[in-house]
């Protein structure tokens, strides 16, 4: 079984989030960047996936070059190898492109990648891969077993959970709880230096939208404490002032 | 500017956020000397298709087909394309759901559009400039963006506009679509939905329970509560670790981002991850016997205080201007 995941390089969930260049850049100093915490998810079923059913997992991610320590530590948590499409990843449809591009020839029986990513929270990639390439894409994916080349998932919809069956080659969102997420350990670590990491470059695709600036909300007003004796006001400020009751 | 707006349905009902879109469809077509067709796929109760003209739809095109009963990502993308084509559509609106963002994005691709998600505002338009505002590091900042291409696909957040109720009729005209049986690959097994509670995205009040509570033996205190203002129940990441409560009540980064009116956390100490998923709220009130609790600098009402003692009180009070 051959397993490609798309892995996100992102700013740690703690990250301060502040922007420089009169708000066009992300500013990354001071600031740890991790593997996206739904990839994350989705990296430890394939390995899981991996070593039940004899396969192989490569990770993908559409980056620039200061994205490899955390392709590294992907290849430390047992991907066997990697491509990096070397590229700033503009907006989703470009990232997808590229996905697509790569996942293409390469015949793979399942491509995982997290339900969104933490950065620019698109939560479409998973679907517009799948309809580039003509599979079928289901997400948020929360429990994956594959059995004979068919697959059966949970996955969340509002307010509760559907299973469902699809043969296999499709393309996933994942979210917990799909598997623990895996901690390298020092064998892993040691060994992901030494596994192929392919450099390849970028496909052309459309430019769809083009950056202005980004922002940060309002500073909030303080907080207007009740006592716990005065419950009765709380709700009369909810009711006359917030007028949200 | 002809605007098509997806409409999802619940057991044939129009759900409140596709009638938000097609009130943000609204608000663009009005300063763009525009159209709003409303797009209404498989079963509807007939009396649900009034809310759509009040809501700004000036017309309602439904493809009745049974196959389109069961919602399908795949078919419902193949659907939408085909009417956004044939009635030269030049913008596609959809209300963020597990269902719609994800069809939204495959109709982008067969149509040739730009697709943007977690829309926050109405766009600017003037001339051939659309600028779109979307919130990024999971509501923690936003970014601006000129859209470029000339065919375009927005998903928006509830809460994005507020919905219009006095509109007038909307004619309604039966439709064909495009399904194969290609679209219908992906086989549903089993669904498991909670009945009759109010659900979580889609919730204008929650009340969320944090490690505070001690077990899930307590949360018949917030329940109640929820009970009272017809609100949804969440949780924080760990009491959802813990079993305590389902997944799909974990509100936060890595679990239900949620935008409600009124947003109640108790016994929730604030982590960063947890805030991310509230902070569109309109209203945050805190109830947390820690005074230190991070949770209070991002409310907008604190309750220094017991839980146990503070909840109770809240519901009869809460009550009591009810009745």
Same mark, same amino acid.
């Given at each position: ?17 502040? #922007? ?28 899981? &996936? ?6 192989? %997992?490569? %990770?993908? +991610? ?23 499409? +070397? ?32 950065? #620019? ?63 390298? +350990? ?10 192929? &990491? ?10 769809? %939208? ?29 009711? +006359? ?5 | ?5 997806f409409i999802e349905t619940d057991n044939g009902n129009v759900k409140k956020s596709s009638l938000e879109a097609v009130s ?106 659309? !600028? ?18 000339? !065919? ?24 064909s679509v495009d399904i194969s049986e290609g679209d219908f690959k992906l086989k549903v097994l089993e669904t498991h939905k ?41 949780c924080s990441k760990p009491v959802s670790d813990m079993d305590w409560r389902p997944h799909h009540e974990h509100v936060g ?68 201007? !009810?009745?």
């Amino acid at each position: 079984m051959k397993i490609l995941v798309c892995i996100t390089h992102v700013p740690d969930t703690t990250a301060k989030i502040a #922007f420089t260049d009169s708000n066009t850049k992300f500013d990354e100093s001071g600031v740890q960047f991790i593997i996206g915490p739904y990839d994350d998810y989705a990296l430890a079923r394939a390995v899981e &996936l991996k070593a039940a059913h004899n396969g192989t %997992v490569t %990770v993908l +991610n559409v980056g620039l070059a200061n994205t490899e320590p955390t392709i590294r530590k992907a290849l430390a948590i047992g991907a066997d190898d990697a491509i990096r499409v +070397n590229a700033a990843p503009t907006d989703s449809f470009f990232v997808a492109s590229q996905i697509a591009a790569v996942a293409k020839d390469g015949n793979y029986d399942l491509i995982l990648m997290g339900r969104e990513s933490i950065d #620019f929270n698109s939560g479409v990639v998973h679907a517009l891969v799948g309809e580039l390439l003509g599979l079928v894409s289901v997400s948020p994916v929360m429990k994956l077993e594959v059995k004979d080349g068919v697959a059966i998932m949970d996955r969340e919809i509002e307010g509760g959970k559907q299973s469902v069956e699809i043969p296999l080659p499709f393309v996933a969102g994942c979210q917990e709880p799909i598997a623990e997420w895996k901690i390298p +350990n020092m064998r892993g670590i040691m060994t992901a230096r030494t596994k192929p &990491l392919q450099v390849v470059e970028p496909v052309g695709a459309e430019e769809q %939208v083009k950056l202005d600036q980004y922002s940060l909300p309002e500073a909030k007003g303080a907080v207007k404490i009740v006592q716990q004796d005065q419950i009765d006001d709380l709700v009369k400020m909810l009711q +006359n002032e917030a007028k949200v009751l | 500017m002809s605007i098509l707006v997806f409409i999802e349905t619940d057991n044939g009902n129009v759900k409140k956020s596709s009638l938000e879109a097609v009130s943000y469809a609204h608000a663009i077509a009005a300063q763009n000397q525009g159209t709003v067709t409303a797009l209404v796929l498989g079963k509807v109760e007939e009396s649900q298709l009034g809310a759509l003209g009040m809501a700004g739809a000036s017309k309602i095109l439904h493809a009745d087909d049974t196959a389109l009963d069961t919602p399908s990502i795949m078919a419902y993308a193949s659907a939408t394309a085909k009417i956004f084509n044939d009635t030269n559509s030049d913008l596609l609106i959809l209300a963020q759901s597990a269902l719609a963002t994800p069809a939204g994005a495959r109709t982008a691709v067969k149509v040739g559009a730009a697709m943007v998600s977690n829309v926050i505002e109405v766009p600017e338009v003037s001339g051939d400039s659309f !600028k779109v505002k979307r919130g990024i590091f999971t509501g923690k900042a936003f970014e601006t963006l000129t859209v470029t291409a000339p !065919k375009k696909v927005l998903v928006v957040k509830k809460n994005a506009v507020e919905m219009k109720t006095d509109g007038g009729d909307a004619t309604v005209e039966k439709v064909s679509v495009d399904i194969s049986e290609g679209d219908f690959k992906l086989k549903v097994l089993e669904t498991h939905k909670q009945e009759g509670d109010v659900l979580l995205p889609e919730a204008e009040i929650v009340v969320s329970g944090g490690r505070g509570l001690k077990g899930p033996e307590n949360w018949g205190i917030i329940e109640e509560l929820a009970g009272t203002l017809g609100a949804a129940t969440g949780c924080s990441k760990p009491v959802s670790d813990m079993d305590w409560r389902p997944h799909h009540e974990h509100v936060g980064q890595t679990g239900i981002k949620v935008s409600p009116n009124l947003y109640i956390a108790v016994g929730i100490s604030g982590a960063i991850q947890h805030l991310a998923g509230v902070n569109s709220s309109k209203c945050i009130v805190v109830i947390n016997k820690d005074p230190e609790a991070p949770f209070f600098k991002a409310a907008d009402y604190g309750v220094v205080g017991d839980a146990f003692e503070v909840l109770p009180k809240l519901t009869e009070a809460i009550k009591a201007v !009810k009745s």
